[in-house]
């Protein structure tokens, strides 16, 4: 049996997911803005795509936990009322 706590399991497979399609959009996008789509773009774009994808990976997988505490710091814990009156 894993030991590998489930919560943490989602958040790596997240972290998986979540960085290799922005990383695949994103070199896709900055590759095309540089260099333009010809016959040698994909050749260009693979590259820069693993590459993108072996720093964002481990970047996602650290930040996102920060992204979720701000969330919540600015919009309240799901499920949380929000208890302040709005401001006039």
């Known amino acids: 049996m894993s030991r590998i706590k489930p919560a943490r399991l ?6 998986f997911y979540m960085s290799g399609m922005m990383s695949l959009l994103m070199s896709g996008v900055i590759t095309f803005i540089n260099t333009g789509i010809d016959s040698e773009f994909v050749y260009r774009w693979l590259p820069a795509f693993l590459v993108a994808w072996a720093v964002a990976f481990p970047l996602v997988t650290f930040i996102a936990p920060v992204a979720v505490k701000l ?3 600015t919009l309240g814990r799901p499920g949380e009322d929000n208890k302040r009156t709005p401001v006039n």
């Open 10 to 15: 989602r958040q790596l497979v997240f972290g």
């Open 71 to 73: 969330t919540e710091m």
